[in-house]
């Protein structure tokens, strides 16, 4: 395994990747811009040095599956978190963050012309206090000598101490690690939110509990406030008791929690966030400031087919705390209750962006500002997951937020 230090590092490329290039030219200087796509090979392999192959024949080296993507501070530095592995949490795939070299540059030659180059700089794998590795196969309910237990981690944000917060959509909970992937603490979660008996399946997870999470619908983004002291999750879906069940036992609903947790107070508050249509699902979250965030809502349709990838611009000042509520209506609210404000930032299925083609993944799961680029402007980034498939590269989106936008000034991590 590669060490790293995820602030300030010393630039050390591994040129284990040919590095992808894609020119972008700029349209209006009043919209938000597509400047850039990197990608990374579907059979990529990360810096972990594990070897041999996982029960699917995937080798234990692959890079992919990335949930999640985490501005280090240092211009170029990102933190990219891989989930619990190819099939579905299946295997025994260790779980690890890697450190991604991602830069963004002018042509010097054609104005307003940017290419993207990634570069895989070190791998991290996970571990408890005991140097256990976590997995992410949905069998593994309960640690044992060799393995830490199961571990779906989700979402990822540097503390100011240099630590790492992850979500875990299994728990849900949120585990705190060191610089070198070692657990730190685990922060428990609002009762109402866990699952009361855990299984290693979907449907016995969803038939077998009446609260808490949907399988596989947890914790699903992760956001920390720009002063370290707040921390905001969401959930992927609604619970399983704001929902109405299906046969399989999975709710349908459109009250989504947003859970955020003041780290000096341990107190919890809590938001209903209400999705467009309740077959999509809320990937990230990340901070704009103390009460304005941005998030993923999308379907799960893939390119052609695709009707609802954007990123939404959610307000909770006026939104009403309900963590004191075990059970949500399961579509409309009363007026006792008002849910975040939402707007749409971006819309990925814009023409403008000719990205509502055969070409746009299924599953847009990261979000992070970035640096600024020479003209002022703020970069968000965003990454797709390709679920560790061969023929899927991940895709790495990078935007330009014009200077005249709130969230240019407002975003965290700024420089």
């Known amino acids: 395994m590669k060490s790293m230090t995820l602030l300030r590092t010393t630039t050390r490329i591994i040129h284990l990747l040919v590095p ?3 020119g972008m030219v700029l349209a209006s200087d009043h919209e938000i811009q597509l400047i850039g796509i990197g990608r990374l090979s579907g059979t990529a392999c990360d810096l972990s040095e594990m070897e041999g192959s996982l029960e699917n024949g995937t080798p234990h080296n692959r890079l992919g599956g990335l949930s999640a993507l985490e ?4 211009a170029g530095r990102f933190i990219a978190l891989s989930d619990r592995g190819p099939d579905d949490g299946a295997i025994g795939y260790q779980c690890r963050f890697h450190l991604l070299d991602i830069q963004i540059q002018a042509d010097p030659v ?26 992410g196969s949905a069998a593994e309910l309960q640690p044992r000598e060799s393995c830490a237990g199961r571990l779906d981690p989700e979402g990822i944000r540097l503390n100011a101490a240099g630590g790492l917060f992850v979500s875990d959509e299994y728990g849900p909970q949120i585990i705190e690690f060191s610089q070198d992937g070692h657990e730190k603490r685990r922060l428990a979660l609002p009762n109402h939110l866990l699952v009361r008996h855990a299984a290693d399946s979907r449907e016995a997870e969803n038939t077998g509990n009446n609260f808490g999470r949907a399988s596989n619908k947890g914790m699903e983004g992760l956001s920390i406030s720009s002063d370290g002291k707040c921390l905001t999750g969401i959930m992927q879906n609604v619970l399983l008791q704001d929902g109405e069940r299906q046969e399989d036992g999975t709710p349908r609903g459109i009250n989504c929690r947003m859970v955020q947790l003041s780290l000096d107070s341990g107190q919890f508050t809590e938001y209903v966030y209400q999705l467009d249509q309740p077959e999509y699902g809320l990937n990230e979250i990340v901070a704009i400031n103390d009460h304005e965030f941005l998030v993923i809502e999308r379907d799960g349709k893939t390119g052609h087919d ?3 990838k954007r990123i939404m611009k959610v307000n909770t000042a006026r939104a009403t705390n309900v963590v004191a509520l075990n059970q949500l209506p399961t579509n409309a609210l009363p007026d006792t209750i008002t849910p975040v404000k939402k707007t749409t930032f971006l819309d990925l299925l814009a023409p403008r962006l000719a990205l509502s083609n055969d070409d746009i993944p299924e599953k847009i799961e990261g979000l992070t500002f970035g640096a600024r680029l020479p003209d002022g402007r703020r970069t968000l980034l965003i990454c797709s997951d390709n679920d560790f498939e061969a023929d ?14 709130s969230v240019a000034h407002n975003g965290s991590h700024s420089n």
């Open 20 to 22: 992808f290039c894609c």
């Open 71 to 74: 501005y280090t501070g240092d």
């Open 110 to 135: 054609s104005a307003g012309t940017w290419t993207v180059h990634v570069h895989p700089v070190a791998t991290t794998m996970l571990c408890d206090r005991q140097k256990q590795a976590f997995s």
């Open 306 to 308: 695709s009707r609802f």
């Open 392 to 405: 899927e590269p991940s895709l790495i989106y990078v935007f330009a937020i014009p200077n005249d936008h």
